[in-house]
T-cell receptor, first 117, second 118 residues
C-alpha cells in the first residue's frame, strides 16, 4: 500500500514550456485534490475531483488544467508555464467508499518542487 | 468564504517543555471540522489531530491536544513534553461540514514554523 505518490519529485521548466504532474493513489479514494504551497500562504486548492471523469475548480485554478480518466490517477497540467507557477505542488486524496472512521481525512503525497525560469 | 489565520509565523520551545500554537478561523457555518497538519523538512504532510465542531470535548492524541473555543472561533494546538522530532511547520486547516457540497476541501492557514531547542 503506497498511499499517494507523485511524479516527478523535482522539475525545472523554462517559461512557456508545458508539463504534466501525475498523482496516483491506491486507497480506492473517491476524492482527489491538487494544492500549491507558497511561502507565507499555506496550501491553496487548485483543482479537485469527486470521482472518475469529474473535475472542478478550486481557489487558484488559472493556468492549470486537470484530468481524472482513471479513479486512481489525477493529472495536473501546465500548458504554458510562468515564473508565478514556481511552487511546491501537493496531491491529496480522501473518502473511501468502503467507509470507516475519518473518511474525510486527506492523505497527501510527498510533493513536487517545480521551478519555472 | 472561510478563512484561517495563524498569527505566529515562528515559535520556539525547549525540549520537554510545552508550547501552544494559535489558529483562528472565520465561518458562518455551524457544522465543520478542524485539523492540524505537521510538515517536517521532508515536506510530507502528516495529520496530527482533528476536531469535529459539534463535539464539545477537546481532541487529544498522545502529547498533542487542542483547545477548541467555538464561540471565539479559536483552535489552538498544545504540544506537551516537546521532542526534537516535533520541529516542523504546522498548519491549521478548516473543512466545511456542509453535506455533499464541500467535497472535503480544506482551507489552510499560513503555517507556523516550530523550532525545538535541545
Amino acid at each position: 500500500n503506497a498511499g499517494v505518490t507523485q511524479t516527478p519529485k523535482f522539475r525545472v521548466l523554462k517559461t512557456g514550456q508545458s508539463m504534466t504532474l501525475l498523482c496516483a493513489q491506491d486507497m480506492n479514494h473517491e476524492y482527489m485534490y491538487w494544492y500549491r504551497q507558497d511561502p507565507g500562504m499555506g496550501l491553496r486548492l487548485i483543482h479537485y475531483s469527486v470521482g472518475e471523469g469529474t473535475t472542478a475548480k478550486g481557489e487558484v485554478p488559472d493556468g492549470y488544467n486537470v484530468s481524472r480518466l482513471k479513479k486512481q490517477n489525477f493529472l495536473l497540467g501546465l500548458e504554458s508555464a510562468a515564473p508565478s507557477q514556481t511552487s511546491v505542488y501537493f496531491c491529496a486524496s480522501s473518502y473511501p467508499l468502503s467507509g470507516g472512521a475519518n473518511t474525510d481525512t486527506q492523505y497527501f503525497g510527498p510533493g513536487t518542487r517545480l521551478t519555472v525560469l | 468564504a472561510q478563512t484561517v489565520t495563524q498569527s505566529q509565523p515562528e515559535m520556539s520551545v525547549q525540549e520537554a517543555e510545552t508550547v501552544t500554537l494559535s489558529c483562528t478561523y472565520d465561518t458562518s457555518e455551524s457544522d465543520y471540522y478542524l485539523f492540524w497538519y505537521k510538515q517536517p523538512p521532508s515536506r510530507q504532510m502528516i495529520l496530527v489531530i482533528r476536531q469535529e465542531a459539534y463535539k464539545q470535548q477537546n481532541a487529544t492524541e498522545n502529547r498533542f491536544s487542542v483547545n477548541f473555543q467555538k464561540a471565539a472561533k479559536s483552535f489552538s494546538l498544545k504540544i506537551s513534553d516537546s521532542q526534537l522530532g516535533d520541529a516542523a511547520m504546522y498548519f491549521c486547516a478548516y473543512r466545511s461540514g456542509a453535506g455533499g457540497t464541500s467535497y472535503g476541501k480544506l482551507t489552510f492557514g499560513q503555517g507556523t514554523i516550530l523550532t525545538v531547542h535541545p
